[in-house]
Every structure is written in structure tokens, then in C-alpha cells.
């Protein structure tokens, strides 16, 4: 999958759909293009198997657009994560076939086809409330070519609900579990599978939650062992690893990316 940037290339040079000079002007700005105020990364897609994706907080929507233009113009998919509407707002006049999702505050445009990976991510939230954070990784698992599904609102507080989940449960390839609160539902569900699983706090829940620190040290300190655990809110980061653990399966399987 990393290689698949080049073989593209090559492939469009051989039958003639590219000349040469087309295939230098792609290549010049690897490794990075200066923007300036940014360099786009244009070798990540090669290193990773999917490009430099923008987070929007703290940047201009005249940065974002750039930025996004930079990634376009080289022919990737574009993701771009924490966007607000008035970012999406700028980007859509000079990129209109992008796709805003309020919920999970991503935008998103295909320019090609992403290969699939084998195996199926299941990500689960504790609470209604944990569904933005969940939103993003799954936008961000289904740009990545994973087979993702939500299954929300199964947390401790009513823990039965998580039996009639457990066939996607134990189907599961790698599971993401989003809870806020005191953050128990990873163990919770931990203990019911040996699957890879990732946790993820939120900022979810009453005073003494403290902006979703109780639920990242519940996590930390899970009795559960070899459960990852990401930063606050970081639903992008879940399913990142989650891509990357089904690379590496699949390398070690044979399977060619």
C-alpha cells in the first residue's frame, strides 16, 4: 500500500497517460512542499500508506486551504480533522465536491479509491454523548480502507446492553472503545475479548471527570493488560492505530498492501 503512489506513476508514464516531465513535477516535492508557513509532507503516503492529514484547530481557513490544495493538487484523498463549519465554509468555494460532517468536525474528499485492508473495527462509546469522538474515527477508519462500525451507548451504567453486542464484540478484528466518566467500559470489554483494543477518555462528564483525566489514568491503570491507550478526545489517533495494526497483520500474513 505504501509503494502505491509510485506504482501509479509509473503505470500512467508507461501507458502513456503521464510524460516525463508529468512524473518530475510530481515527484519535486517530495519530500515536503514549503508552503512557508507549512510543508506538506507529500512522502507520508509513501511511508505510512496515507497522506499528511490537516488538523484545523489553531490554523486560518486560508492555511486549511492551502494546505488541503497542496495535498489535492498531488492526486491524494484529503482528510482534515477538529474542522469548524467556518472552515469548511472557506475550503467549499475553492473545493466544493468536499464533504463537511458536523458531528465528528471532518471534511473529507476522495480523489482515489482507498485499498481495503482485511478485518473489521468495532468501535463502541460508553454514553450518546461519546459519539463525536467516535464520529471521527470512524470517518477517519473508512478514509483509511478499514471496514468500521459504531456500536453506541452500551456503558457500565447499564452493562447488559453490552451482551447483545458480543457477536461484534468477538467478530472484531481490533475494537475502540470511546467512555468518559470514571473510563471502566475498556476493561469492561477487555476482559471479554482477545482482540487488540484501544481506549479512548473523554472529556465527558461531571467536575471531578477534570476535562477527561479520570477516565485517561481508569484507563492507564486498567487490570486488563495490553490495552492501548490514547490521549483525550483522540477518536483519529484509535483508528490510526488501528490501521496500522492491520497493516502489520497483513504484512505478516503475506498480504501485499
Not at 23 to 43: C, Q
Not at 168 to 192: D, R, Y
Not at 221 to 239: H, K, L, Q, R
Amino acid at each position: 500500500m505504501r509503494e502505491i503512489v509510485l506504482r501509479e506513476l509509473l503505470e500512467k508514464y508507461r501507458t502513456g497517460e503521464m510524460t516525463g516531465d508529468d512524473v518530475i513535477g510530481r515527484l519535486r516535492d517530495l519530500p515536503y512542499e514549503d508552503l512557508g508557513f507549512a510543508r506538506i509532507d507529500h512522502h507520508r503516503g509513501l511511508r505510512w500508506g496515507f497522506p499528511e492529514v490537516i488538523f484545523c484547530e489553531g490554523k486560518t481557513p486560508g492555511q486549511v486551504e492551502a494546505i488541503a490544495r497542496g495535498i489535492i493538487a498531488k492526486g491524494e484523498n484529503l482528510l482534515a480533522t477538529r474542522a469548524s463549519a467556518a472552515v469548511y465554509e472557506h475550503l467549499h468555494k475553492t473545493i466544493p465536491d468536499a464533504v463537511y460532517d458536523e458531528s465528528s468536525r471532518t471534511i473529507t474528499r476522495k480523489t482515489r479509491k482507498t485499498p481495503s485492508l482485511p478485518g473489521r473495527v468495532l468501535i463502541i462509546t460508553a454514553g450518546t454523548t461519546d459519539l463525536p469522538v467516535a464520529g471521527e474515527a470512524l470517518v477517519t477508519a473508512r478514509m483509511l480502507g478499514l471496514d468500521a462500525e459504531i456500536a453506541a451507548d452500551i456503558g457500565v451504567a447499564g452493562v447488559h446492553r453490552v451482551l447483545d453486542v458480543r457477536d461484534k464484540i468477538e467478530a472484531a478484528s481490533v475494537i475502540i472503545v470511546i467512555a468518559g466518566m470514571e473510563g471502566a467500559l475498556p476493561s469492561v470489554i477487555g476482559g471479554m475479548t482477545g482482540s487488540p483494543l484501544i481506549a479512548v477518555p473523554t472529556s465527558t462528564g461531571y467536575g471531578t471527570s477534570l476535562g477527561g483525566i479520570a477516565p485517561l489514568l481508569g484507563m492507564l491503570n486498567s487490570c486488563v493488560p495490553g490495552i492501548a491507550v490514547m490521549n483525550i478526545d483522540n477518536g483519529f489517533g484509535a483508528a490510526f492505530l488501528a490501521f496500522r495494526i492491520l497493516s502489520a497483520s497483513g504484512k505478516l500474513n503475506g498480504v501485499e498492501k
